[in-house]
């Protein structure tokens, strides 16, 4: 089969992209300091724990309080709908699926949202994080996805993760089997981009909306370059 008759899944980072949240804080620091290292290739998934005691507690609480508050992105929401619109122009099977790199203990908060804000309509598999690293967990799916016979479009804010993902293609000499959407905001700004020196490859893209990246998507499904 080729790259351009396989089913598309398209999966969707939540914080940042459906719900509204503060620009990655980790990667803006990196960034800021020449060094954006990533995990290894396909590591492992190391399990996630609270700290211990009271302090766990209060952590926990807190978080999925501040989860429960996140006002949602309704143009992401509809941006989905437009996206799956292109498919079917060019006659293109496509699912949806979130990705997630949130922790275990916020997948309940997360999945009651998802079902009350009509997310659930459009996602057909959940993957949310089961370890410690979100772009390691997100990479690991998308190269599980891939492996299955899927050609993955992933969208992002997160250039760390968006790197990791990328990345997967390389698996796949020759062919365009692993494309990523990145969102533009002020933690991967041209002007950050350029101080760190951080090499982007051809299979991530940036865009500042829904809108812009279902124009690409558009063009690449018409020039069956995916």
Same mark, same amino acid.
């Given at each position: 089969?080729?790259?351009?008759?396989?089913? &598309?899944?398209?999966?969707?980072?939540? +914080?940042? &992209?459906?719900? $509204?949240?503060? !620009?990655?804080? $980790?990667?803006?620091?990196?960034?800021? *300091? $020449?060094?954006?290292?990533?995990?290894?290739?396909? !590591?492992? &998934?190391?399990?996630?724990?609270?700290?211990?005691? #009271?302090?766990?507690?209060?952590?926990?609480? #807190?978080?999925?309080?501040?989860?429960?508050?996140?006002?949602?992105? $309704?143009? /992401?929401?509809?941006?989905?709908? =437009?996206? *799956?619109?292109?498919?079917?122009?060019?006659?293109?099977?496509?699912?949806?699926?979130?990705?997630?790199?949130?922790?275990?203990? %916020?997948?309940?908060? @997360?999945?009651?949202?998802? &079902?009350?804000?009509?997310?659930?309509?459009?996602? @057909?598999?959940?993957?949310?994080?089961?370890? *410690?690293?979100?772009?390691? #967990?997100?990479?690991? =799916?998308?190269?599980?996805? /891939?492996?299955?016979?899927?050609?993955?479009?992933?969208?992002? +804010? +997160?250039?760390?993760?968006?790197?990791?993902? /990328?990345?997967?293609?390389?698996?796949?000499? +020759? %062919?365009? *089997?692993?494309?990523?959407?990145?969102?533009?905001?002020?933690s991967n700004h041209p002007r950050l981009l350029r101080r760190s020196g951080v090499e982007i490859p051809d299979n991530l893209v940036f865009v500042h909306s829904? %809108?812009?990246?279902?124009?690409?998507?558009?063009?690449?499904?018409?020039?069956?370059?995916?």
């Amino acid at each position: 089969m080729s790259s351009t008759e396989r089913e &598309i899944v398209f999966t969707n980072d939540l +914080d940042g &992209i459906h719900f $509204k949240a503060l !620009p990655p804080i $980790k990667t803006t620091l990196q960034l800021l *300091r $020449k060094d954006i290292s990533l995990p290894q290739v396909n !590591p492992p &998934i190391e399990e996630y724990n609270l700290p211990e005691g #009271w302090r766990g507690s209060v952590f926990s609480k #807190w978080s999925i309080f501040c989860h429960r508050l996140s006002p949602i992105n $309704k143009e /992401a929401l509809e941006g989905l709908e =437009v996206i *799956r619109q292109v498919a079917m122009e060019h006659e293109r099977q496509l699912k949806f699926a979130a990705l997630s790199g949130r922790e275990i203990y %916020k997948h309940e908060i @997360t999945q009651r949202r998802l &079902i009350k804000s009509g997310h659930m309509e459009y996602f @057909t598999d959940l993957h949310l994080n089961q370890g *410690r690293s979100s772009s390691g #967990w997100k990479e690991s =799916v998308v190269r599980r996805l /891939a492996k299955e016979g899927l050609n993955v479009v992933h969208i992002d +804010d +997160d250039l760390r993760s968006g790197l990791c993902v /990328a990345r997967v293609n390389n698996d796949y000499p +020759d %062919k365009q *089997r692993v494309l990523v959407y990145m969102m533009h905001n002020i933690s991967n700004h041209p002007r950050l981009l350029r101080r760190s020196g951080v090499e982007i490859p051809d299979n991530l893209v940036f865009v500042h909306s829904f %809108k812009e990246a279902a124009i690409d998507f558009a063009a690449r499904l018409r020039n069956k370059t995916i």
